[in-house]
């Protein structure tokens, strides 16, 4: 198993333009999710989704959309990017919600200039 | 509003010795807590929880304690090894299993030889 995949690992863009960021898991999880990991701030939760066709908005999703048409891939859309939204980018998955432990993703880091 | 939050944004243990990683949280409806561990330029991965039910939860040379009434949890790591340098962080969830989180801000664990 390749667990959580992340592509790119890193990525410079200009302000204005639009990105995707990759994310994949090949466990079979139902529950996949987006945050994003600022210095001084911990992780936040961006937009997460309990199963294929159902996604809902955490803690801070204002510039970002995603969306989940297969159990496996969740990728992460910025349609217009600003440099608040450099940071580094962490998806996760877990079998189901209730208390099942999460499986991170290696990270994307995004530099918006 | 930083919900939960890591005061020590660093901590320096020998090795061998006890690692003692605090956290406070303000919101009493966290339900479910949770320490992650994190290695640079991977995602983090789940070490230990605990619910609020409990007041200590022992899992090998990890232990978290839970003070409900002072909304403080603590990882204790005994005894701390090279290996375990990283950066630690607490996070709680709503009463809805263990996904959505807030997550702290991480503590830099340094066990020294």
């Known amino acids: 198993n390749a667990g959580v995949t992340q592509t790119p690992k890193f990525q410079v863009l200009k302000t204005g333009q639009s990105m995707t960021l990759q994310c994949a898991q090949d466990?079979?999880?139902?529950?996949m999710s987006w945050y994003r990991q600022d210095p001084g701030m911990g992780l936040r939760l961006i937009h997460y989704s309990v199963g294929a066709g159902i996604t809902d908005q955490g803690e801070v999703p204002n510039g970002y959309n995603v969306s989940r048409s297969t159990t496996e891939d969740f990728p992460l859309r910025l349609l217009s990017a600003a440099p608040s939204q450099t940071s580094v980018y962490f998806c996760?998955?877990?079998?189901?919600?209730?208390?099942?432990?999460?499986?991170f993703g290696p990270g994307t880091r995004l530099t918006v200039l | 509003d930083q919900q939960v939050k890591q005061n020590s944004p660093s901590l320096s243990v020998q090795e061998g010795r006890i690692s003692i990683l605090n956290c406070d949280y303000t919101n009493s409806m966290f339900d479910y807590f949770l320490w992650y561990k994190k290695y640079p330029a991977e995602g983090p991965t789940f070490l230990i929880s605990?619910?609020?039910?409990?007041d200590k939860n022992e899992d090998g040379r990890f232990t978290v304690f839970l003070n409900k009434s002072a909304k403080h949890l603590s990882l204790h790591i005994v005894p701390s090894q090279p290996g375990d340098s990283a950066v630690y962080f607490c996070a709680a969830s709503l009463g809805d299993g263990a996904q959505k989180l807030v997550f702290g801000q991480g503590t830099r664990l340094t066990i020294n030889p």
């Open positions: 996760a998955s877990s079998y189901s919600t209730g208390y099942n432990e999460q499986f």
């Open positions: 605990i619910s609020s039910i409990k």
């Open positions: 466990m079979n999880h139902e529950y």
